[in-house]
């Protein structure tokens, strides 16, 4: 009976309304979000990181693009920018014996910003040069121009001018469209834009400044404008754009000649979506870019003046694009590849994917939508007989396999399958699926934390909820690492400084120091001013000697951190901190203390006394982090030290002795001194305690030599000496009896 009315409710379990209702939910919620800033800008973040995987194993750029860079060399030799036109000139000409295809300049030599007084003024005659050179070569030259809305009357050239003879009549489809179109241009001088071919170079910038497409073709009334990269296309294919182009938006731009077919893909505004393959060093690794002024000197040397033997770059047959590569100048930006990176790369990618039909694929939204709805479901019904474990499993697994398609369909096809909405709405999808149960656990947690949230502080609670079987209530004996700090000249600080501007520091440092506590599984017990108590072993407990270490560790990169933030404070003009650390190990007493109405989980015994004693002593001997006999023999196979002295503290009878905790074994290089000079301190200390104090002296005085402000090593030297004149009692053991907390 049970059995048959358990097996019935199954199907209900797999179809209930939850189960059918909220893919479709969610995959609603996934259209929405792709269509949100912060989602875009995301998922072309993970773009970028396909890019940049991709970039490892792509073939070489195509030979026939070449790259002429206006570098800083350029610069220095030949003023600065812009040129003298003439010079523009002379370089066509001497370079048109190379023999390249077309000249493409991605520059505008626009005369609006001479006449504004935004740029040196450029003599009528440089000008006239230029384009008496241009009217002499066979050569395709492009120039590039750049495109304005209505708003740009009082600026530029109207539109239609330039249209009229360099734009071209095109089909129904693309001149009534949405392709992205402008009112106004700037063009180079008139001389110059009546002579030479043009193209747009007009680049929209994302939010994260990277140019991720561009606007292929541009409408000018009835008449198309192309590209700078698609007028270089067509003077190297020699492709007539009226008869062999043809453009329908959101779907391609159909090449259709005697020497060449392409499909360019291309969405509804006319953009191109440029699918990144190379960055400025990919072009110098195949040797596809060169300097302008060291090309233009080695081609005239090499062709005007004759001379033998000159290597010039070889640019038969190519497109030569001319671009700006130098620091400061407006044509650089982001890039998936680098924050700076010329822009001139973006028409060299796009050109490279034409050239390769390399193009980058968008799945349409209709079918991302489907495969969501089919992934969610799947996610869904699987695991709905299954634990909780297997209902997170199944759904991460499913996902998992999803991002990895994406990243393998973008390696082997350039399809871009988006992942940051899908994976968002994915992860909304199963969050609202496992929810009571999550709510049920919290409500547990809670509960816990209530009747724990009067007497034990929030850090010991965390730990508390990671092991709750770990604790002991009433008090227990265990065996911990406790470590102390504390700030030297911390209270002359306060007396000085901006009480604010003091906190905002304290907290940077507290943030920084605790955050190494917690990575190394310590328990912070308490702040006592400017000083922090942290221990190791008294809720989770790993062994003495993971625990010590581990300790020992935190301390480490505490002062690793410490170092990070006096540099970025001494940029600031804020005071450096100094700080002591002492740890110690031993067996305390783990347990609540206090009154019913207010209580303390809290560890007590002669090992935190000591711990508190040692951290005090860094003052006396110049040091950082100062460890006890328990620790060392916890810890000394694992890291490195050197001895301090024998001391007997406040409160105890017999001396301990102490040591100044280094590095790690394995990492001798975060040492704060030179192993050299370690090794003799070591044989000075050995020495001292052997009472041969005449040894002592010259060892301890040679370490002063390289480090004459180490305190330790001045103590020892003044007791060394003293002990020459006046030795100590037969019965001496090497202790220092401090008579200070």
């Known amino acids: 009976m049970n059995e048959t009315s358990s097996k019935s409710k199954r ?48 073939e070489p750029i195509d030979r026939r693009l070449f790259l002429l860079a ?5 610069v220095t030799k030949l003023g600065v920018w812009p040129f003298d036109r003439e010079i523009h000139g002379e370089l066509m000409r001497v370079l048109s014996e190379g023999k390249p295809r077309v000249f493409a300049w991605d520059v505008i030599f626009d005369s609006y910003s001479q006449e504004k007084g935004l740029a040196p003024d450029i003599p009528k005659s440089s000008d006239q040069s230029m384009v008496s050179a241009i009217g002499d070569l066979e050569i395709p030259v492009i120039t590039g121009v750049m495109g304005f809305g209505a708003d740009s009357e009082t600026y530029y050239t109207k539109a239609g001018k330039v249209a009229e003879k360099s734009g071209w009549e095109s089909n129904y489809e693309a001149i009534n469209s949405d392709i992205a179109h402008f009112d106004y241009v ?13 193209g747009v170079v007009n680049a929209d910038r994302h939010a994260d400044g990277v140019v991720r497409k561009i606007p292929f073709v541009n409408r000018v009334e009835d008449r198309i404008i192309p590209s700078l990269t698609l007028a270089a296309l067509c003077s190297y294919w020699n492709i007539d754009p009226k008869k062999d182009i043809r453009i329908t938006p959101g779907e391609a731009i159909y090449i259709d000649s005697p020497l060449v077919r392409r499909r360019i893909p291309i969405d509804h505004d006319g953009y191109y979506h440029i699918n990144y393959r190379y960055e400025l060093q990919d072009l110098i690794d195949e040797k596809a870019v060169s300097s302008y002024y060291g090309t233009l000197a080695v081609y005239h040397q090499r062709y005007n003046l004759k001379k033998s033997g000159i290597d010039a770059p070889d640019i038969q047959d190519k497109i030569v694009f001319i671009g700006q590569i130098a620091v400061g100048m407006a044509d650089i930006g ?61 759904p991460v697994s499913i996902f998992s396999a999803y991002i990895g398609l994406g990243v393998l369909l973008f390696l082997s096809s350039n399809l871009a399958l988006p992942m940051v909405a899908p994976s968002l709405a994915f992860l909304f999808l199963h969050t609202a699926g496992v929810g009571k149960q999550v709510l049920e656990e919290r409500k547990a947690r809670e509960e816990l934390r209530q009747t724990f949230s009067a007497y034990v502080a929030p850090g010991i609670l965390n730990s508390i909820y990671d092991n709750p079987n770990a604790l002991k209530l009433g008090g227990a004996k265990k065996e911990v690492a406790i470590l102390f700090t504390d700030i030297r000249s911390f209270t002359s600080m306060t007396e000085v400084m901006d009480s604010e501007i003091l906190v905002a520091q304290l907290n940077e440092y507290f943030t920084e120091m605790v955050s190494c506590i917690n990575r190394n599984g310590g328990t912070l017990h308490k702040f006592i001013g400017d000083a922090i108590m942290a221990v190791w072993g008294d809720v989770t407990y790993t062994g003495p000697t993971i625990d010590a270490g581990r300790s020992l560790q935190s301390a480490i990169e505490m002062r690793n951190s410490l170092a990070s933030l006096n540099k970025g404070w001494i940029g600031q ?27 303390e989980f809290t560890v007590i015994g002669d090992p935190v006394n ?70 003799l301190y070591e044989e000075g200390y050995s020495r001292f305690m052997e009472r041969r104090f005449d040894v002592a002296v010259r060892l301890f005085e040679a370490c002063l030599n390289d480090r004459p402000n180490d305190k330790t090593t001045k103590l020892l030297l003044e007791t060394s000496r003293d002990f020459m004149e006046t030795p100590p009692p037969k019965g001496w053991n090497g202790t220092f009896e401090m008579t200070s907390k």
């Open 11 to 58: 199907p209900a379990a797999y179809f209930s309304i939850y189960n059918l209702v909220a893919p479709v939910v969610f995959a609603v919620l996934f259209i929405m979000l792709g269509k949100t800033d912060i989602v875009e800008k995301l998922e072309n973040l993970t773009l970028d990181q396909r890019v940049k995987v991709r970039h490892n194993s792509q």
């Open 70 to 74: 206006i570098d800083d060399p350029s």
């Open 186 to 198: 700037m063009t180079p001088f008139k001389e110059l834009w009546e002579t030479s071919l043009i």
């Open 334 to 394: 982001r890039s998936p590849f680098s924050g700076f990176s010329p822009m001139v790369l973006t028409h060299i990618n796009v050109i490279d994917n034409v050239l390769k039909e390399d193009y980058l694929h968008v799945p349409p939204a209709w079918a991302v939508w489907n495969i969501f709805l089919i992934l969610a479901y799947l996610s869904i019904i699987l695991p709905t007989p299954l634990d909780f474990w297997w209902k997170t499993i199944i």
């Open 573 to 599: 003009d804020r005071p450096e901190f100094h700080m002591g650390i002492g740890i110690n190990f031993g067996k305390v007493t783990a347990g609540n203390i206090g009154a019913p109405q207010r209580m």
């Open 610 to 679: 000591l711990a508190a004693r040692l951290e005090s002593l860094n003052k006396k001997f110049g040091t950082e982090i100062l460890i006890g006999e328990s620790m060392y023999e916890l810890t000394h196979e694992r890291f490195l030290f050197r001895p301090i002295a024998k001391v007997q503290v406040v409160g105890k009878q017999e001396g301990v002795q102490i040591y100044e905790a280094l590095c790690s074994v394995d990492k001798p290089e975060q040492s704060p001194y030179d192993m050299k000079w370690v090794n």
